[in-house]
């Protein structure tokens, strides 16, 4: 039978999607993994970078300070950080190195939208909220943060589609998650389970790439137009 | 208003990601809970012969993390090469293979037939002899830890067992010595060479020459004249379907057949295996009195396997624990 006839067989077959290491087990790991990595960059990030895109200062330093995460290879990163904290599981998050190495990669997209929408949102605004007596915090918050608000969802979006697919290669460290299928089935030469794998986390993108999308309009028609 | 409706669409998006997150909680974790189950109830020193559970853990071929997850505790049990400098370095415990479920890969010479000679036999038997698994993985540890020169490490092991200066008889004309290109082999190579040197040949070093592949066909063809090999996998690169016997006189004498059809005599199998192997860290060793791998079968907790994601379905892993040994993995 054909590759795609043996792929179809296996993403059908109820067996694959059962227990431990069934396909609904690894979805909900994955969706685990990477959405609380993704949290984790957001709160480190996120408040950093919408300060210093207020104060329009230290953009281009923070950048190339967050950029560290994407620079390295995220597999380079992920064997040194199981180096230092080993393989085991930490409560909430999951595999500790997989969650460090994706937090990592997620807070360069997460910083550099903030960042520059924060720091982006036109003068005349922040002259207003001034003129109307709102304190700097204010400003940030109630003013630039809601005018930005749609390239603060995109960053989210670049963050968490990067996190999905690449989240995959926690597999090679022993981490559970939708990679298990592309390293185990390439392990055993079942090139099914190898493509079946690698169209779930296509999926899983996809769709996290379109719900934060449909957000991202939203919060664009209903944030202040500039 | 907007603001309202902004924050509600993070709340929900929010939400549904901590849902996600808190989901489930891993195999890991209730691995340990087990464990810690089996720990408290098994206190008593009642010794089950078999039926012991190890959890197993995908991460890779005795490579960086699977030493690391040892290391940090996070598996008890490692598939490694037995061979492995870092089991000297961190004086892991290699259980025996005391059911003999790995295949024989014994370090042994291939020599190209029309090179052979009684004479040089007896040369490379007499490196062959001394050389225990042991010892080769304190040689690797020389080389991977200390940075020591394979020249340097392989003069002071010789100089160490008396073998050179060669007493033996003497050696006359020129021998190219080859090596496959990872350290190890370096060393082995090395060992014959000085050896060769002092028995009075001269020997042309062809070291690193690639991978079994490049270098048994170069030995067929005369390009070298001898290399070190292991038992096992060469009987497999001759013949892959050959079944590979765990006692080596047998292993062995099946490589002699397979070897002579392609013009290849081999000396003495050294005691040495480069082949896979159980390690633990001496805490555990001690702590469940853990010397061969049966005894992994008296251990109450259940503890936790790393290796190759191919494990679960390879005879030399779990299914050779399962089989041979006993021992459930889940």
């Known amino acids: ?226 | 208003m907007r603001r309202r409706l902004l924050y509600t669409a993070s709340l929900t998006l929010l939400v549904a990601l901590g849902a996600a997150a808190c989901g489930d909680d891993g195999e890991s974790s209730s691995a340990t809970t087990t464990a810690a189950v089996a720990t408290t109830a098994g206190g008593a020193a009642t010794t089950a012969a078999a039926g012991a559970t190890l959890t197993f853990k995908p991460l890779d071929a005795g490579g960086p993390l699977t030493k690391a997850a040892l290391t940090k505790g996070d598996i008890q049990v490692a598939l490694v090469f037995t061979s492995d400098a870092d089991i000297a370095v961190n004086k892991w415990i290699l259980l025996e293979d005391d059911k003999k479920l790995q295949p024989a890969e014994n370090l042994i010479p291939a020599i190209k037939k029309t090179a052979d000679s009684a004479n040089l036999r007896a040369a490379l038997d007499a490196v062959s002899k001394p050389l225990t698994t042991a010892e080769l993985t304190e040689l690797n540890r020389q080389q991977s830890q200390d940075k020591s020169d394979s020249a340097a490490i392989a003069k002071a092991w010789l100089a160490k067992n008396k073998l050179v200066p060669y007493a033996g008889t003497k050696l006359t004309g020129t021998l190219k010595v080859g090596s496959t290109n990872f350290g190890e082999q370096e060393i082995v190579a090395e060992l014959y060479a000085q050896v060769l040197e002092s028995a009075g040949a001269k020997v042309d070093r062809k070291f690193k020459l690639g991978n079994r592949e490049v270098v048994a066909p170069a030995l067929e063809k005369g390009d070298i004249d001898l290399y070190p090999e292991y038992v096992g996998s060469y009987t497999s690169f001759l013949n892959k379907d050959a079944t590979i016997p765990t006692d080596v006189a047998a292993a062995v004498t099946q490589l002699t057949t397979l070897a002579a059809a392609k013009g290849v005599v081999l000396g003495a199998a050294a005691p040495a295996e480069d082949k896979n192997g159980f390690v633990v860290t001496s805490a555990t060793a001690t702590k469940y009195k853990l010397a061969k791998t049966s005894d992994l079968a008296t251990v109450k907790d259940t503890l936790v396997l790393g290796g190759p994601p191919e494990c679960p379905q390879r005879p030399y892993c779990a299914i050779g624990l399962n089989k041979t040994y006993g021992l459930t993995i889940k």
């Open chain 1, 1 to 226: 039978m054909s590759l795609l006839g043996d792929v179809y067989e296996w993403m059908t077959d109820a067996d694959s999607w059962r227990g431990n290491s069934g396909i609904t087990h690894r979805l909900v790991e994955h969706a685990r993994y990477t959405a609380t990595a993704t949290i984790a960059a957001v709160v480190i990030a996120g408040p950093i970078a919408a300060w210093l895109g207020h104060k329009r200062r230290f953009g281009t330093l923070g950048m190339n300070i967050a950029n560290i995460g994407q620079t390295l290879p995220t597999f380079a990163i992920l064997v040194l950080v199981v180096q230092v904290v080993g393989t085991g599981d930490a409560p909430v998050v999951g595999p500790l190195a997989l969650f460090l190495a994706m937090t990592l990669l997620a807070i360069p997209p997460i910083f550099t939208n903030v960042y520059t929408g924060v720091a982006n949102v036109d003068d005349a605004y922040r002259d207003a909220a001034r003129g109307l007596g709102m304190t700097s915090r204010q400003q940030l918050l109630r003013a630039e943060v809601p005018i930005a608000a749609p390239l603060l969802v995109t960053g989210l979006r670049i963050a968490l589609v990067q996190v999905i697919a690449t989240a995959t290669i926690g597999a090679y460290a022993g981490t559970g998650g939708l990679g298990r299928f592309i390293i185990d089935g390439f392990a055993l030469q079942d090139y099914p389970q190898v493509f079946g794998g690698a169209l779930l986390v296509a999926g899983l993108a996809i769709i996290g790439d379109r719900v934060l999308v449909a957000v991202e309009r939203h919060v664009g028609v209903n944030s202040p137009r500039i």
